[in-house]
């Protein structure tokens, strides 16, 4: 075989490239490391926060709101366009689904300053506990999908396929309450 035979059967779907467990092994390092960064700085935001810096409700906190929601329903538009393109626009897809991980950890970390730190409303404590539910189910699923390409053998594959399958399952209910939790919080902020 050629050599760029070779390579065009290692880039197949589902086939592993020579690297692909250190490649699972780096998103499962980084996403533990993200999750405890973002707990270190909620324990120490909560220590020392003063509203004297900003609050939720006004100027730059009612912005960092508008902006991590804004990015939030933009996560959700990789659903729609991973649908509705057809598998040749492979590239197109990678390319929504990098902005929609993007969009997906940079908004709920903006989310989370917006909080300044505390729980306070009903509303908008269902709305921050959805946001960590879903940002934690989404790098979960990274981390499956990461394993999925990388399967070495048959078995391998079709359980990762099944555990896919599953994490859909939860992850999808889970956007579906963070959507609806996050619009009432909007509409009660508004109107009281």
Same mark, same amino acid.
């Given at each position: 075989? #050629? !050599?760029?035979? /070779?390579? *065009?059967?290692?880039?197949?779907?589902?086939?592993?490239?020579?690297?692909?467990?250190?490649? #699972?092994?780096?998103?499962?390092?980084?996403?533990?490391?993200?999750?405890?960064?973002?707990?270190?700085?909620?324990? /120490?935001?909560?220590?020392?926060?003063?509203? !004297?810096?900003?609050? $939720?409700?006004? +100027?730059? +906190?009612?912005?960092?709101?508008?902006?991590?929601? #804004?990015?939030? &329903?933009?996560?959700?538009?990789?659903?729609?366009?991973? !649908?509705?393109?057809?598998?040749?626009?492979?590239?197109?897809?990678?390319?929504?689904?990098?902005?929609?991980?993007? $969009? +997906?950890?940079?908004?709920?970390?903006?989310?989370?300053?917006?909080?300044?730190?505390?729980? +306070?409303?009903?509303?908008?404590? &269902? $709305?921050?506990?959805?946001?960590?539910?879903?940002?934690?189910?989404?790098? #979960?699923?990274?981390?499956?999908?990461?394993?999925?390409?990388? $399967?070495? *053998?048959? *078995?391998?594959?079709?359980?990762?396929? !099944?555990?896919?399958?599953?994490?859909?399952?939860?992850?999808?209910?889970?956007?579906? /309450?963070?959507?609806?939790?996050? &619009?009432?919080?909007?509409?009660?902020?508004?109107?009281?």
């Amino acid at each position: 075989m #050629t !050599r760029a035979l /070779i390579e *065009n059967i290692k880039t197949e779907k589902h086939i592993p490239k020579q690297h692909s467990l250190s490649r #699972t092994t780096k998103n499962l390092f980084s996403s533990l490391v993200l999750v405890l960064t973002l707990i270190v700085i909620w324990v /120490i935001g909560e220590k020392i926060w003063d509203e !004297r810096y900003y609050v $939720a409700e006004d +100027g730059i +906190g009612y912005w960092m709101g508008i902006i991590g929601g #804004t990015l939030m &329903v933009f996560a959700l538009f990789y659903a729609y366009v991973k !649908r509705k393109l057809s598998s040749n626009n492979a590239r197109f897809i990678k390319y929504w689904f990098n902005l929609h991980i993007f $969009a +997906g950890i940079v908004g709920p970390v903006i989310i989370l300053f917006h909080t300044t730190f505390q729980l +306070g409303s009903v509303n908008g404590t &269902v $709305a921050f506990f959805s946001t960590v539910a879903v940002f934690l189910s989404g790098l #979960t699923g990274r981390y499956i999908l990461t394993g999925l390409h990388s $399967a070495t *053998n048959p *078995n391998q594959l079709a359980s990762l396929k !099944r555990l896919m399958s599953v994490w859909r399952h939860i992850h999808v209910p889970l956007l579906y /309450i963070l959507v609806l939790s996050g &619009v009432i919080h909007v509409i009660a902020v508004h109107l009281y």
